[in-house]
């Protein structure tokens, strides 16, 4: 897979793309990342088929906020991709992907557990390793790491 | 949902749920309406803790995943790391890394075959599973001196070279080996009754289970010819020539034909990596590490139950930014849902069974 | 008068320590025997061989703490485990191990250890209601449902005999089999008592009552202390009767050559005893829609079969 295909067929979502150690990181806007994953699993020549990971960062102080990154990998050809979605720290909302590929489930749920990012049209949000009374999100810069 | 179902909690403290795994189950008489699988019971923190830990320290966290196969999620951290760092294994090293990870993916199939076997009401065979698995674990307490946690692996490397005795240890386990699986297979392949409990339990079909980003060893007994050492090689696995098992049906019976061929493949692997095992060419078996650039990398291995992806974020300090574990037990307990409702009640458990969780990954 | 009556009771004594004593070796040699075939020891380190480990066992679980759950229905959950090992003791009063070994022998002896031994699932089905807990009341559930639907064959395989021996009293059954035992004349019905025995006495692989693995305990998981030692009492004393009923109906009793009948006997009941725990350690448990096809399905009709195959010989011949 090169960078060019990725340009023609996404190319009007890519907000930003990057390389390194044969690894492609794009960023998009949270508004296209239906469309996009739709078109990243459907189209023959991409054919991500299976979402490895679905994670979060909380990477403040910097602004935006919080970002969403997905591994995304193919059967058919082999190659790897990472989507990263920027969002603001005042509204970390954006949508699920589990239709397509179920295995967000549970990916976005621990992501909403650990970080506070809601995921809109997911089946079933709720926290899934800490406790439903727990208070706070872990994985944030600013909750401590002992002494709460 | 008829009127006289009840909820039955099973877990988190049950023989067969291999730990602290808690399901929620909506019985019908012995038929599962629905089972809501809740997790989270070990969980320690480990993406956290390792934002303020040195990358060093992380290793030894990594141990304590998935204490089955402790030496796949050190080198699946270790090659992650490399991966950042840029820098390149010794061959010797690597050999001597997926031989040990093979052996360890050995020993995690046959504690996996003898629990579920158990699991069944099959109590002898893991007893002898757990007799060849001490033989494996002899072999890491020889090496790295310890047999569950060995945090053998180092950033470009390995904590130390094999020994002549690693080598001869090894030769001798493999030479009994296939025999034994032989055996193994005596006591339950053919076996009318291990056939009947486990044929035609916890189908799934290949799309549905990619769907689901269910890795490892279930997909490819659903036909998928999928594995990250063939399919994209890390650490020289290239040179080692291996057979892929797959099944049929996804069954719980094509897992365990799967699980078990899969034994003998890495058997095979041991044995080509100690054979061709290249002379110590005088560098050091193992890196100097001295900074960690900025950057991010995603890097994941065939661990024995599946992809075992490390993701991490570095801004160039001593710990990382960020560090993301993507556990296979963990994204493929996720189809149990799917594959238990309808069934009896021991068909849960037979499927759960199947999934091969290990707890401690799945909460992390 | 009285001499009878004391000789009756001293008879009673005797056989009822023999039984209990049994019953306490047959647990070392269960775990002595899975020892072995799980390659490992087994229990040696109370008494030399660990032969005194019953005994210890015993003491320990006298002084566990008695609990009852607090929900429980009491005088049922009291209760439950005392039919369990009375329904079978019961049992070894028309049970001979000898010719002239034995507490009484009735005319209807067999219909009378029908009639006691299916007692037993009551103590099973209260345990498993009584205690108010999810994981026994399936495993009540399955016990009465597994009980019934093989007590039907077991029954029917037993007929055979009877229409053999012409006699329902155990001792003119084993005498009927002085040329040849009742295995050589009824293989079929063998098999479907054996099979059917596995089943009444909780044994794997039809051990779906308490299968550890799905069920945690089934109908004992709230039970501790000397109720607990009951039941288990309870289990062994009936894989013991099974064994006996096995030798006595099939093997040809305490018949046999040069050794003394009660050797003879106990040489039998005791290997009766062994199969059950190399079964044990050798099969995968069945499922539950599994065993109950099993018994409806196969055992039912072919009980029938060695019936009126029986029957259709004996009015021939």
New interface residues.
């Given amino acids: 897979m090169n960078l060019e295909i990725l340009e023609e067929k996404i190319g009007n979502y890519i907000k930003e793309k990057a390389s390194s150690r044969d690894e492609i990181t794009l960023t998009c806007d949270r508004e296209s990342i239906l469309p996009l994953c739709r078109i990243l699993k459907e189209d023959e020549a991409l054919s991500f088929d299976f979402l490895s990971d679905c994670c979060g960062l909380d990477m403040s102080p910097e602004t935006p906020r919080f970002m969403v990154v997905y591994n995304l990998y193919s059967i058919k050809y082999k190659h790897r991709l990472r989507i990263k979605v920027p969002l603001e720290e005042a509204d970390p909302v954006i949508d699920s992907v589990i239709p397509v590929w179920q295995a967000a489930n549970w990916l976005e749920r621990e992501c909403f557990d650990m970080l506070g990012i809601r995921f809109t049209d997911h089946p079933d949000l709720r926290r899934i390793i800490l406790p439903a009374k727990f208070d706070g999100h872990p994985l944030r810069k600013d909750f401590p790491l002992e002494g709460m | 949902m008829t009127e006289e179902s009840?909820t039955?909690n099973l877990g988190p403290h049950?023989?067969?749920t291999h730990g602290v795994l808690r399901v929620q189950l909506e019985l019908d008489g012995?038929i599962v309406v629905d089972a809501q699988p809740d997790v989270g019971f070990l969980h320690r923190g480990l993406e956290k803790l390792s934002e303020h830990r040195t990358y060093q320290q992380i290793l030894v966290l990594t141990d304590r995943l998935d204490y089955l196969a402790a030496m796949s999620n050190n080198f699946g951290y270790v090659l992650a790391v490399e991966k950042l760092l840029e820098i390149e294994v010794p061959k010797r090293a690597q050999y001597i890394r997926v031989a040990l990870v093979e052996l360890q993916r050995i020993a995690s199939h046959l504690f996996w075959l003898g629990t579920h076997?158990?699991?069944?009401?099959?109590?002898?065979p893991?007893?002898?599973m757990l007799?060849e698995r001490e033989d494996i674990m002899d072999i890491f307490d020889g090496i790295s001196g310890a047999r569950l946690t060995p945090s053998f692996m180092r950033f470009g490397g390995l904590a130390a070279d094999a020994d002549p005795d690693f080598v001869k240890k090894t030769k001798k386990l493999l030479d009994g080996f296939s025999g034994k699986v032989d055996d193994y297979e005596r006591l339950?392949t053919e076996?009318p009754?291990?056939k009947?409990?486990t044929q035609g339990v916890g189908m799934m079909s290949t799309e549905e289970a990619l769907n689901t980003g269910i890795s490892g060893p279930m997909i490819r007994a659903t036909g998928l010819e999928w594995d990250l050492r063939k399919s994209n090689p890390y650490s020289s696995y290239e040179d080692f020539d291996f057979e892929i098992p797959t099944g049929i049906r996804g069954d719980v019976y094509d897992c365990y034909r799967v699980r078990v061929k899969e034994m003998r493949e890495s058997a095979r692997i041991v044995s080509q990596a100690i054979d061709g095992l290249p002379e110590n060419d005088g560098s050091p078996i193992k890196a100097k590490v001295v900074k960690f650039p900025e950057g991010e990398v995603y890097h994941s291995i065939e661990s024995p139950r599946g992809e075992l992806g490390f993701y991490i974020v570095s801004a160039g300090g001593k710990s990382p930014f960020r560090l993301r574990v993507r556990p296979p037990s963990f994204v493929n307990l996720q189809g149990l849902n799917k594959m238990v409702k309808g069934r009896?009640?021991?068909?849960a458990?037979a499927i759960i069974g199947m999934i091969d969780i290990v707890l401690a990954e799945v909460d992390r | 008068m009285i001499v009878e009556i004391l000789l009756q009771i001293i008879k009673i004594i005797a056989i009822f320590a023999v039984v209990m004593g049994c019953v306490a070796y047959l647990t070392l040699m269960e775990r002595k025997c899975?020892g072995f075939?799980?390659?490992?020891l087994g229990p040696n380190r109370v008494g030399p061989w660990g032969l005194l480990q019953p005994v210890a066992d015993g003491i320990k679980l006298f002084f566990k703490e008695d609990m009852t759950v607090l929900h429980a229905n009491k005088f049922y959950f009291i209760l439950a485990p005392v039919i369990s090992l009375v329904a079978v003791l019961f049992c070894f009063a028309v049970v001979p191990f000898a010719g002239n070994v034995y507490i009484i022998d009735i005319p209807v002896a067999v219909l009378y250890l029908m009639a006691i031994s299916s007692m037993g699932v009551y103590g099973v089905l209260l345990a498993g209601w009584s205690s108010n807990n999810?994981?026994s009341a399936?495993g009540g559930y399955r016990a009465t449902a597994q009980m019934i639907s093989y007590e039907i064959p077991l029954a029917l395989a037993i007929v055979g005999v009877l229409i053999l021996s012409r006699s329902m009293s155990i001792v003119d059954i084993v005498n009927a089999q002085k040329g040849m035992w009742n295995i050589v004349k009824q293989p079929l019905g063998f098999i479907i008592y054996l099979v059917c025995t596995f089943a009444e006495t909780n044994r794997?692989?039809f051990?779906l009552y308490e299968?550890?693995?799905?069920l945690?305990a089934g109908y004992q998981t709230e039970y501790s202390s000397m109720k607990f030692a009951l039941f288990y009492m309870g289990e062994y004393a009936h894989i013991f009767l099974a064994s006996c009923l096995i030798t006595l109906f099939y093997l040809g009793g305490w018949n046999g050559p040069v050794l003394p009948a009660l050797l003879w006997f106990f040489m039998k009941v005791f290997f009766c005893a062994f199969c059950f725990i190399w079964v044990?350690?050798?099969?995968?448990?069945?499922?539950?829609?599994?065993l109950m096809n099993l018994s409806w399905k196969v055992m039912l009709p072919l009980a029938f079969l060695n019936l009126i195959v029986t029957a259709i010989i004996v009015v021939m011949f």
């Fill in positions: 009840i039955l049950h023989p067969s012995e076997a158990h699991d069944l009401g099959a109590m002898t893991l007893f002898y007799r339950l076996n009754m291990w009947s409990r009896l009640l021991s068909d458990v | 899975l075939f799980q390659i490992r999810k994981y399936m794997c692989p051990d299968c550890e693995n799905e945690v044990r350690a050798t099969y995968p448990r069945f499922r539950y829609d599994q």
